[in-house]
């Protein structure tokens, strides 16, 4: 039982990754393996006599130093770099912590626990006296937003950069996830513009607003939901009931569109990598099935059909270009570090595979449908930019910023594609 336990926790450590819902009874498995090594692991036993030689001993007295040692280690190794760490350069650091790890238990816990050395009344006073100075400086930081005055290499102030990759809610953060109508979502009484989808609707409602400065636009997003009838994601961290409340938020907006008709245009938009891929399914009604590049190009021109059908102009916005990298992330670090921030553009070809088959699609749907593609005004040629000047385009690895989405739609005036002044895809 005790080998058993080991190797429980050995699965957890090489089979667990961000798909494995955690915690969740999952957490359950390293820790019943854990439990049956303690209570099984005995001298007497095999796996008590492996637990008990100098070696694996040597490492379990410095473990707790070495684990408080890992992670500055980890952290200050990620900040300070432009590149993500290599694996050499872990497993060097992972070498280090445990060699900081023996020295700080050698010459800090091993004397501490020594009473004629260092007194409970010492260890007590030592304690409450670093208690209150860090109290005092996570105050100090707190108050301060987190020394947001402090200024990068560049010179600008931290708080300033920071904000540059804020979250992007459109007009409101409470137009996302419940169905509303209420002020905060909407510029006009009697909108002519109605922004649907997911969190790549919200982020497109700042550079509608950019190109046309009086228009009357309402916001109805959820994240993770595309603007679709009956037809929802279905995955490890998109469960059935979130799946059931995408198609009713869906449901709702549209009975609320054919009660009002000052609509004239529905500007639907997601970055539609959750309705395919590997580990993806939908729902549509109750039936769940396989998820498939067919059965979304079908659902989605079945649903842009049907606003047609009811006296509304549907235009489909398609995601930014995106390649996998966290680009909000790598424009932070240029600017934190002093290094340039083109290097975190990149050629469209370089683009993921995933992306590269949605735009086919959108492009395919573009030639009976309105299709927007941002590539058109991220990548005129070939080269997706990162940024404008000092604008980020990108807050993450494919949100548009504020800045960046408002730059965007002027830039491609969202308003005249989105009436038809403009030309989209055809």
Known sequence: MGFVGLLMIFFAMFTFDHNTPFPSVYALIPTLGTAFLIAFASP??????????RPVVGVGLISYSAYLWHQPLFVFARHGSLEEPSVRLLLFLSGLSLLLAFISWKYIETPFRNKKVFSRKFIFSFAVVGSVL???????????????????????EYGVIAD??????????????????????RTADNPEILVWG???????????ISSKSDVRLIQMTKSQCGPFINFSPL????????????????????????ENKSVKYVVMSSILFQYVGDGNQTLSGDTVSGASYEKLREKLVETMDYLESIGVQPVFISPTPFNGNDIGHCLLRHEFLGGSLDECSFNYSDTSVSYQNVSNMLTEIGKTHRVVLLSDGICPNGKCESHVGSTYIYRDNGHLSVDGSAWLGKEMDFYGLISGNISAVQ
């Open 44 to 53: 007497a036993s095999l796996m008590g006599r492996i637990l008990s030689l």
């Open 134 to 156: 860090l109290f005092s400086w996570g105050a100090a930081g707190h108050i301060n937003d987190g020394f947001v005055k402090r200024k990068t290499s560049s010179g600008e």
């Open 164 to 185: 540059k990759i804020r979250v992007n809610h459109g007009l409101n953060k409470i137009c996302d996830w419940k169905f509303t109508t209420d002020p905060e979502c």
């Open 198 to 208: 997911d969190s790549y609707a919200m982020h497109l409602v700042k550079g509608i």
């Open 235 to 258: 995955n490890a961290s998109y469960g059935l009931d979130m799946a059931k409340k995408c198609i009713e938020f869906n449901d709702d907006v549209l009975r609320w569109l054919r």
